[in-house]
């Protein structure tokens, strides 16, 4: 099911980085990453289990968010990639999140820029991003990809959800 779209790009090379979809051994550094949200982290198994739903959704999805692996280190530094989130598989959003050691080094805006690339080639002609109005670092990295703030909403906690939104 890719609703009239091409299946996206899961193999995609940038300058520094490799974009991948995601393998079940990546369930090993994925729990890490989420350690650093300041939540408890997923036992390993709960992490696999999500590892693959995460892969076996952006099979019969055709978008998907990619795993990044730095092409010189050859360690996995995060993930980038399209998810639904908060809008729409025809318009889908972009979504990353790196580890906090190598934040400030302008990765995710390299693997965003190449996800637009590959956004774009399945045809789509809009992407949102949903990100919290205290997030500063994820606000400068859309500013830097073209993306431009269009709305809020509100979560039950009071929290203002930033719209922002590209057209490809
Ligand atoms: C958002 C995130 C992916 C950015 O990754 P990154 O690789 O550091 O991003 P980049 O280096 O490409 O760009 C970050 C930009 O934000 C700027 N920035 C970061 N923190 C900042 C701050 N507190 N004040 C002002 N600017 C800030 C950086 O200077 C840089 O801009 P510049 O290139 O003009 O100097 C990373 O911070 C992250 O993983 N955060 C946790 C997860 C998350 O919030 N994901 C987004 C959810 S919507």
Redesign the pocket.
Known sequence: MTSGFSIMDFEIMTERLYLSIWEESDAFWYRELVGERGVDKPTLEDARQHVISLRDRALESGIGALTIRRKNEGDMI?YCGLIIGRSTIEEPEI????FKS?????????AASAIIEAAGATGRKRLW????SW????F??LE?IGFIRHHSTWKEDGEEVVWNMRDL
């Open positions: 995060g979504a990353y999140e790196l190598v934040h400030g080094k302008s990765y995710a805006t390299e991003a949903t990100v919290g997030n500063i670092a994820s400068r990295v830097k």
